[in-house]
């Protein structure tokens, strides 16, 4: 059982952790892969004036979440004690480093470090932290149930809902205009873990609902839902902060929203909760299947402009792969 410690490291009672820890570790980056130099003069010269604007709020939005929020993962072994699942944490944990040196990095060398920092006293800013740092508020007093509702949030909030709308911005840019490709693909980088991390959280939720119903409730199911509700007003909000009124085919905040929701409902049915209250605008929602394409699909490369990101490295064979 998920809460019950176990000292030794066999038998593996989780033995699917390996496969997200072999799935980071096959992706694995540093921040020192990219220089952003071409980056920072396309931005100069290739974007107007309301792109730029739309570009440096994105980016600071992603580097708020990133630098200040992820500390969830690495503290995992301590409530679920077993091996593997602290292993996993650990996994995790350290792609959040990765992702926190990154975007503090990209906003140094594009000289955004100011407006990060400006950006934090906007009320929008100030709102999504409060709502993204709910799962730390103390709900209930059984420790179990607590720890359930504070996964469920930072899954379904913090992983693999709240960077996304800004991923999809930047790249749009990127496959629309043929700028900014350092950035671009350090975000492709991102949000490819961003959604191994999600998946790791809803196959927990999964596992402890298998393990533990009792647990989950009507109360706290109608809590979460909703939460989730709140948490889209306070994206809504965000994302018409940061796209104000520039819209391009494909992109607009519209657009944003409607695809935000439909990741929000895909991870909520997947945990069994009820959707039911996220209504989709399907034909905004069917101009975003570039970006499901960008993210689980195979992914053409200019070798001369960017190293694949696909979590396909090199594996070892032996004799018997050959026949």
């Given at each position: 059982?998920?809460?019950?410690?176990?000292?030794?490291?066999?038998?593996?009672?989780?033995?699917?952790?390996?496969?997200?820890?072999?799935?980071?570790?096959?992706?694995?980056?540093?921040?020192?892969?990219?220089?952003?130099?071409?980056?920072?003069?396309?931005?100069?010269?290739?974007?107007?004036?309301?792109?730029?604007?739309?570009?440096?709020?994105?980016?600071?939005?992603?580097?708020?979440?990133?630098?200040?929020?992820?500390?969830?993962?690495?503290?995992?072994?301590?409530?679920?004690?077993?091996?593997?699942?602290?292993?996993?944490?650990?996994?995790?944990?350290?792609?959040?480093?990765?992702?926190?040196?990154?975007?503090?990095?990209?906003?140094?060398?594009l000289n955004m470090t100011h407006v990060f920092e400006e950006n934090l006293n906007e009320p929008?800013?100030?709102?999504?932290?409060?709502?993204?740092?709910?799962?730390?508020?103390?709900?209930?007093?059984?420790?179990?149930?607590?720890?359930?509702?504070?996964?469920?949030?930072?899954?379904?909030?913090?992983?693999?809902?709240?960077?996304?709308?800004?991923?999809?911005?930047?790249?749009?840019?990127?496959?629309?205009?043929?700028?900014?490709?350092?950035?671009?693909?350090?975000?492709?980088?991102?949000?490819?873990?961003?959604?191994?991390?999600?998946?790791?959280?809803?196959?927990?939720?999964?596992?402890?609902?298998?393990?533990?119903?009792?647990?989950?409730?009507?109360?706290?199911?109608?809590?979460?839902?909703?939460?989730?509700?709140?948490?889209?007003?306070?994206?809504?909000?965000?994302?018409?902060?940061?796209?104000?009124?520039?819209?391009?085919?494909?992109?607009?905040?519209?657009?944003?929203?409607?695809?935000?929701?439909?990741?929000?409902?895909?991870?909520?049915?997947?945990?069994?909760?009820?959707?039911?209250?996220?209504?989709?605008?399907?034909?905004?929602?069917?101009?975003?299947?570039?970006?499901?394409?960008?993210?689980?699909?195979?992914?053409?490369?200019?070798?001369?402009?960017?190293?694949?990101?696909?979590?396909?490295?090199?594996?070892?064979?032996?004799?018997?792969?050959?026949?």
């Amino acid at each position: 059982m998920l809460f019950e410690e176990q000292i030794s490291r066999k038998p593996d009672l989780y033995p699917w952790t390996k496969e997200f820890i072999d799935t980071i570790w096959a992706g694995f980056w540093t921040p020192d892969e990219f220089n952003f130099r071409s980056d920072y003069s396309q931005f100069k010269t290739d974007l107007t004036r309301q792109e730029q604007e739309v570009v440096v709020r994105a980016l600071s939005a992603i580097g708020q979440i990133e630098v200040a929020v992820k500390t969830f993962w690495a503290d995992l072994g301590k409530t679920l004690p077993h091996p593997s699942i602290n292993d996993l944490g650990y996994a995790m944990a350290n792609s959040e480093v990765i992702h926190n040196m990154a975007y503090e990095k990209l906003l140094d060398v594009l000289n955004m470090t100011h407006v990060f920092e400006e950006n934090l006293n906007e009320p929008v800013i100030r709102g999504r932290i409060d709502y993204l740092k709910k799962y730390n508020e103390k709900v209930y007093a059984d420790q179990r149930k607590q720890f359930i509702y504070a996964i469920t949030l930072f899954t379904l909030f913090v992983e693999n809902v709240s960077l996304f709308s800004q991923f999809y911005i930047i790249l749009h840019l990127n496959r629309n205009k043929a700028v900014l490709k350092d950035v671009s693909q350090q975000v492709q980088y991102t949000m490819n873990e961003e959604s191994v991390h999600s998946k790791v959280g809803i196959r927990l939720i999964q596992e402890l609902r298998a393990e533990y119903p009792e647990l989950f409730d009507a109360g706290m199911r109608a809590r979460i839902e909703h939460e989730c509700l709140e948490s889209l007003k306070a994206e809504d909000g965000v994302i018409d902060w940061i796209m104000g009124d520039y819209a391009v085919e494909g992109l607009d905040a519209d657009i944003l929203k409607a695809f935000i929701r439909k990741r929000m409902k895909e991870s909520i049915d997947q945990i069994g909760l009820d959707s039911s209250a996220i209504h989709i605008d399907q034909a905004r929602v069917d101009q975003t299947f570039w970006f499901d394409e960008t993210l689980l699909g195979y992914k053409m490369t200019d070798f001369f402009q960017k190293t694949p990101v696909e979590y396909s490295k090199g594996q070892g064979v032996d004799a018997e792969d050959l026949f």
